[in-house]
């Protein structure tokens, strides 16, 4: 039996959707008295949901000014991007190594795909990003690596904020299966390698497109570009190998060498 949340573990999903959906923008003051207010609880339990959602990237806290929704940026979003491109291939691989044989394995991602597939006819953003969101997390969902999926979770919060922010799936909705299909098909063949490259060429072309759109956003705004790392496009993206060395909290995550030209490392977390 599943045991109910904790009040302030039902805040910080009620606040941390209200942030993925838009209803919070980047930005905005998230005040405690207003909110306890309104959720009917204590300000000691607004504070705490907000030091989690800090946590996780979502919310920045400042003393004696309070809390507000992260910023969004372009490095950011590369950040974000770039960490998932390394992690989320491996745990694909470590989930179907582990449990490709398995019936239960093979349904879940088939029934994932089918409902990003049903998703994007309606095209609605928010259930499009879900659908999309419910797929990666079947296909990685078996890895058996506990401190990954944690890490994997939070990028994905974090990933469907910017996305839905940037209005990425209510323009390029009718294309989602077509970028998913080689996944699927990874995983229906039972092919561990080809299934970590297909992971990964998907991650990193998503984030190429989003941070595409958000320059050309910067541009028409007047806001010019802003500095990026380097790399034949701007970024630095994962180009495989072995499996980072994950480290445990929000330390650093430095990946093993690997052949072709290292990945970027990430310092300190994927926070906005």
């Given amino acids: 039996m599943q045991r109910p949340d904790t009040m302030t573990e039902a805040v910080r999903k009620h606040i941390r959707d209200a942030i993925v959906r838009g209803t919070f923008e980047p930005g905005a003051r998230l005040p405690e008295i207003a909110l306890a207010t309104d959720l009917n609880t204590s300000r000691g339990t607004i504070r705490e949901a907000l030091r989690m959602l800090a946590d996780r990237g979502l919310v920045d806290v400042f003393p004696r000014r309070g809390a507000f929704v992260s910023q969004l940026s372009p490095r950011a979003t590369w950040e974000i991007t770039s960490l998932r491109a390394l992690l989320e291939p491996y ?35 928010v259930a499009v990003a879900d659908a999309d969101a419910g797929f990666h997390r079947a296909v990685f969902l078996h890895c058996g690596h506990q401190m ?19 209005q990425l799936y209510a ?50 705004h007047g806001r010019g570009h802003q500095p990026k790392p380097g790399g034949a496009q701007g970024y630095s993206w994962p180009t495989g190998g072995a499996a980072p060395a994950i480290a445990a909290g929000r330390g650093r995550l430095r990946p093993r060498p690997s052949t072709g030209s290292p990945p970027g490392t990430i310092d300190g977390g994927a926070k906005p």
């Fill in 91 to 125: 745990a694909a691989r470590l989930a179907l190594e582990a449990s490709g044989s398995s019936r239960v394995y093979q349904e879940e991602v088939r029934s994932a795909f089918d409902r990003l597939r049903e998703a994007t006819i309606g095209a609605d953003p």
């Fill in 148 to 166: 990954l999926l944690d890490r994997l979770d939070t990028l994905q919060v974090l990933s469907r904020r910017i996305v839905l922010t940037n």
């Fill in 171 to 220: 323009a390029d909705a009718a294309t989602l299966v077509g970028q998913h299909q080689p996944i699927a098909t990874a995983v229906e063949r039972r092919d561990p390698a080809r299934l970590e490259a297909a992971v990964r060429a998907h991650v990193i072309e998503a984030g190429e497109l989003l941070l595409g759109r958000m320059d050309a956003s910067a541009t028409a």
